[in-house]
């Protein structure tokens, strides 16, 4: 697998090999792929892939958000905390 973004096509064919594992994903159910381990977890340090920390979004920011696309009170909107933003080093942007 290719690791330059620049390198990248977006109108490319994806090869077989990746289009055998978007099968196979896509027919596993939920919870097999949740517990297999094969998908990064960004809360843990040793599962993250190499994403890291870029900053947060407020958690007062999503209630006003929330609260406009659902056309609501900000007090009807329950938001605990902060959103984490992650990037991963290898992506551009």
């Not at 596993?28 to 809360?43: F, R, V, Y």
């Not at 007062?60 to 909107?77: C, H, K, P, V, W």
Request: glycine share 6%; net charge negative; hydrophobic share 30%.
């Amino acid at each position: 697998m290719q690791t330059d973004p620049a390198g990248l096509d977006a109108h490319e064919q994806p090869s077989d090999e990746l289009r055998g594992i978007w099968k196979t994903f896509s027919k596993t159910d939920q919870n097999e792929i949740l517990s297999s381990g094969s998908i990064d977890d960004l809360a843990t340090p040793q599962t993250s892939a190499g994403f890291r920390q870029a900053g947060s979004v407020p958690s007062a920011t999503l209630r006003t958000a929330f609260a406009d696309l659902l056309q609501s009170s900000e007090q009807d909107i329950h938001v605990e905390h902060d959103a984490t933003i992650h990037y991963h080093p290898v992506l551009p942007g």
